[in-house]
């Protein structure tokens, strides 16, 4: 009886624990700006536990992303080109309670460093029957 007790306030622990667990997956819209240049992106995240994969999409290219989330710190990054030079964009931030991403975007190998914000885009009402 103990053990199914026991089980039981696993379960309910766990599933408790997923429950308050923040999900990224979704369509959002971050906005950067790094030294001076301000840019927007819309971009695809795809939760897998900690792991994110996706792409981002600018008026240039659509790159795909990988990343992760620890808690509240989220990281992700792409690899993409700038006048014919290869450069890795990382973002690196914080999720907060309103469920919105800000922090630092740094891009090597220019050493080069902004923020940006991201929000999540609100689905769209179902059409009305």
Known sequence: MKFLVAC????????AFAAGAPSLSGQWKVHSSIVGHETDQDCKFVQDDNKITGSCKSAD???????SLDGKNVTWKYQSDYNGTAITLTYSATLDDTGNIAGS???EPFGVTGDFNATPE???DAPAK
């Open 8 to 15: 039981s306030a696993l379960l309910f622990a766990t599933s």
């Open 61 to 67: 290219a659509e790159v795909p992303i990988t990343g």
């Open 105 to 107: 975007v740094e891009v």
């Open 122 to 124: 609100k689905p769209q």
